[in-house]
């Protein structure tokens, strides 16, 4: 498990990519969900130490998340 591991969480998959793209190329190991669920999952799974998170997620509340 990476020290710089990030997990970005948003719907809007074009962001979600976009970012991912430029936060790798300054050193973080990044992996994506586009829902609360599959952030869960991730979260369990990886337990990243860095996170962005969309506020606004789809149906979900991003603060509750």
């Known amino acids: 498990m990476s020290d710089q591991q990030l997990l970005i969480i948003d719907d809007d998959a074009t962001f ?3 970012l ?3 936060l790798s190329s300054r050193g973080f190991e990044v992996i994506t969900a586009s829902n609360a669920d599959e952030a869960r999952a991730l979260t369990r799974r ?3 130490r860095y996170c962005v998170l969309d506020l606004k ?3 979900e509340n991003g ?3």
Do not use: I, K
Request: aromatic share 0%.
């Open 16 to 18: 979600a990519r976009v």
């Open 63 to 65: 603060l509750r998340l």
């Open 57 to 59: 997620l789809g149906e």
């Open 46 to 48: 990886h337990q990243p």
């Open 20 to 22: 991912a793209r430029a």
